[in-house]
């Protein structure tokens, strides 16, 4: 069984920066792509970065490209998403997911839909003050 725990989350002011871990456990961390999704208050849960399984590659929706960079260490089964400069907006509930298909099965990048990760972590909670 696939478990993704979330980690890093707080409380931050404007301007500020906080690094998001997800620790996953359960299949070959190293095989699949590994996302971040977010859901703020009132709102549906939106895509935020994507990273191929071998970290060559990478996307971002426009909200956050410059200010927050998606990485993994394979060796550890850990994603990352550091977040800079962070806004108000950004508060949310971040998500990490995994990708359902792995990597020998060339799936398709970027992938920023919901319904093409198949395990989710829990959530972290981040509120960032005016």
């Known amino acids: 069984q696939v478990q993704l725990v979330e980690s890093g989350g707080g409380l931050v002011q404007a301007g500020g920066s906080l690094r998001l871990s997800c620790a996953a456990s359960?299949?070959?961390?190293?095989?699949?792509?590994m996302g971040w999704f977010r859901q703020g208050p009132g709102k549906e849960r939106e895509f935020v970065a994507t990273?191929?399984?071998?970290?060559?590659?990478?996307y971002y929706a426009d909200s956050v490209k410059g200010r927050f960079t998606i990485s993994r260490d394979n060796a550890k089964n850990t994603v990352y998403l550091q977040m800079n400069s962070l806004k108000p907006e950004d508060t949310a509930i971040y998500y990490c997911?995994?990708?359902?298909?792995?990597?020998?099965?060339?799936?398709?990048?970027?992938?920023?839909?919901?319904?093409?990760?198949?395990?989710w972590g829990q959530g972290t909670q981040v509120t960032v003050s005016s």
């Open positions: 359960g299949r070959t961390f190293s095989s699949y792509a």
């Open positions: 997911a995994q990708d359902s298909l792995p990597g020998w099965r060339k799936p398709r990048f970027p992938k920023n839909e919901e319904n093409e990760y198949d395990y």
């Open positions: 990273i191929s399984w071998n970290g060559g590659a990478t």
